[in-house]
């Protein structure tokens, strides 16, 4: 009966690490989707005014909190014998929930940018996106695209 607690456990701590990169997807300026190919972008020239370094939130798909529920229901039921191991149980899904969630939304953060640009225009905007290593710098001359819904700032 152990065993198969713990062979339980360690199949949903596979799955909470497998959902930890679902979602991990490319937001810096030079990822697009597969639906914005072929997609019409404006082109907008500007000057980079400033960066600073931003966190990108991880996800919260919900999948981190039912995999350390089942987590923390099958390591819990492990505590004790009848209404005890059923109590433990409980609250063991009820913190796994918890702590599943938090590492769920920890482990999908992604280091960001806000790059600040003075359009040629005269229009100062600012774009957060994935910090892909592009370091930019203030002065330097950068293109903004756009398509209505998504903006990146690339060279």
């Known amino acids: 009966m152990q065993a198969s607690k713990l062979i339980a456990t360690l199949l949903c701590v596979s799955t909470l690490a497998g959902c930890a990169q679902m979602g991990a997807g490319n937001l810096g300026g030079g990822s697009y989707e597969r639906a914005e190919a072929r997609r019409v972008m404006s082109v907008r020239m ?6 600073r370094p931003v966190k990108l939130e991880g996800s919260s798909s919900g999948i981190g909190t039912l995999a350390g529920a089942a987590i923390g229901g099958v390591a819990g039921s492990t505590v004790g014998k009848g209404k005890g ?9 009820v913190a796994g929930g918890v702590a599943g969630s938090a590492l769920e939304g920890n482990t999908t953060a992604k280091a960001g940018i806000e790059v600040t640009i003075k359009m040629d225009n005269g229009e100062l905007l600012a774009v957060v996106q994935e910090d892909g290593g592009e370091g930019f710098h203030p002065g330097e001359r950068v293109r903004l695209v756009q398509d209505g819904r998504t903006s990146r700032v690339t060279r």
């Not at 500007?46 to 960066?51: A, M, S």
Request: aromatic share 0%; no cysteine; net charge negative.
């Open 46 to 51: 500007g000057i980079v005014e400033g960066v």
């Open 85 to 93: 191991a059923g109590i433990a149980a409980i609250v063991g899904a």
